[in-house]
């Protein structure tokens, strides 16, 4: 850096104005020293500059590869969990297609078993309507036996009143009594 300022010293000195004759002389000259002053400035800059300029771009360039790792990471577990949503898709429109089939299956299933339930229920009440009116029937006879009897016994009664006197009552209860006796003598036995 000293031989820098020195030329510059030197060139400051040199910049007074020549003659026209050296004048294009002196352009030349001119320029030649800024050139190499320039090229002393660079040197210096790239000297001292050098080291931490390095470590600048090798921490860059450290940097640029975790930054690339990290992507090429972040992009392989997208791509992963991408394929695993992918397959619990595929197997998620097979369970649902297999879920629909199975619902189908329980809805005819439990169709079959209504109907069965039902023609069970039906023929039971069709057996408890027959009962019921075999029931109905039997107390009807038996009522209607019951009606005839009583008719019967007053028909029968009016008829004997009618036709029977005092002496025939008579004879008709002694008979009657020695019938029961006859017949409680025989029970006794």
Same mark, same amino acid.
């Given at each position: 850096?000293?031989?820098?300022?020195? /030329?510059?010293?030197?060139?400051?000195?040199?910049?007074?104005?020549?003659?026209?004759? &050296?004048?294009?002389?002196?352009?030349?000259?001119? $320029? /030649?020293?800024?050139?190499?002053?320039?090229?002393?400035?660079?040197?210096? $800059?790239?000297? @001292?500059?050098?080291?931490?300029?390095?470590?600048?771009?090798?921490? =860059?360039?450290?940097?640029?590869?975790?930054? @690339?790792?990290?992507?090429?990471?972040?992009?392989?577990?997208?791509?992963?969990?991408?394929?695993?949503?992918?397959?619990?898709? #595929?197997?998620? %429109?097979?369970?649902?297609?297999? /879920?629909?089939?199975?619902? *189908? %299956?329980?809805? &005819?299933?439990? =169709?079959?078993?209504?109907?069965?339930?039902?023609?069970?229920?039906?023929?039971?009440?069709? #057996?408890?309507?027959?009962? #019921?009116?075999?029931?109905?029937?039997?107390?009807?006879? $038996?009522?209607?036996?019951?009606?005839?009897?009583?008719?019967?016994?007053?028909?029968? %009664?009016?008829?004997?009143?009618?036709?029977?006197?005092?002496?025939? =009552?008579?004879? @008709?209860?002694?008979? /009657?009594?020695?019938? *029961? %006796?006859?017949?409680?003598? =025989?029970? &006794?036995?």
């Amino acid at each position: 850096m000293a031989h820098a300022r020195t /030329f510059t010293l030197n060139h400051s000195t040199a910049s007074l104005p020549p003659p026209a004759n &050296e004048e294009s002389k002196g352009e030349g000259r001119e $320029l /030649f020293y800024k050139i190499i002053n320039v090229a002393i400035l660079v040197g210096a $800059l790239a000297y @001292l500059l050098k080291a931490p300029l390095a470590s600048f771009f090798a921490q =860059r360039s450290a940097d640029i590869r975790k930054g @690339l790792e990290d992507g090429r990471q972040a992009l392989a577990a997208s791509q992963a969990q991408l394929h695993s949503v992918e397959e619990k898709l #595929q197997r998620l %429109e097979g369970e649902i297609a297999a /879920f629909k089939a199975s619902s *189908v %299956e329980e809805m &005819e299933a439990e =169709r079959r078993r209504l109907k069965l339930a039902a023609a069970a229920e039906a023929e039971k009440i069709l #057996q408890l309507a027959r009962a #019921q009116t075999e029931a109905a029937v039997r107390a009807a006879r $038996l009522e209607l036996k019951k009606y005839a009897a009583v008719q019967a016994v007053e028909l029968a %009664e009016e008829i004997i009143r009618r036709h029977l006197d005092e002496a025939g =009552r008579k004879k @008709l209860v002694s008979e /009657f009594l020695e019938k *029961v %006796e006859s017949r409680g003598s =025989r029970v &006794e036995s």
